[in-house]
């Protein structure tokens, strides 16, 4: 028989597999492959090798945060931010399978405005009772403003898809 984990486990269980079940997703609609090699990038861009690790680490401190955050929330808190979280999931691999699965930045540029957003609502919307799942979700924040940033440049730098 198998045993769930005590009511005060749940949340980071949950949190733990939702990360690994967006991480997987979004990796694997992540195609490095001939037709993102040939895309014009900026100069200023990460090298293709750090953004594994960035993300690891951002989803390690985002289901941080986010544990954080259910612990000190009512049950109102706990339904917006849990819709929150939701649609964020949504939307972040959404942008992954715009950008590397269909080659469409253009289309993935509009699209990461509402992921920005979403992680803009995720950072603020715990700090009335959890402020150190705010500045836990700051770098999130950070990355998401800098890939919207270059996937502006690339669609300046290819042209319309």
Known sequence: MIQLAPASKKPT????????????????ATEIGPWYLQLIKP???PPDWAFGPVWTLLYITTSIAGVRAWRNANQQEK????????????????????FFKLHRPDIALMEVGALWLSVLILTLLPWPYSRSSTWLMLPHLVWVSTAAC???SIVKLNGPF
């Not at 931010?81 to 691999?93: E, P, Q």
Request: hydrophobic letters at 70%; glycine letters at 10%; charged letters at 0%.
């Open 13 to 28: 269980l949950i949190a733990v597999l939702l990360v690994l079940a967006v991480g997987g997703i979004g990796g694997a």
């Open 79 to 98: 339904k917006y931010f849990l819709a929150a979280v939701l649609m964020n999931c949504v939307l972040n691999v959404l942008w992954s399978v715009l």
């Open 43 to 45: 100069t200023w861009q």
């Open 150 to 152: 270059l996937n502006l």
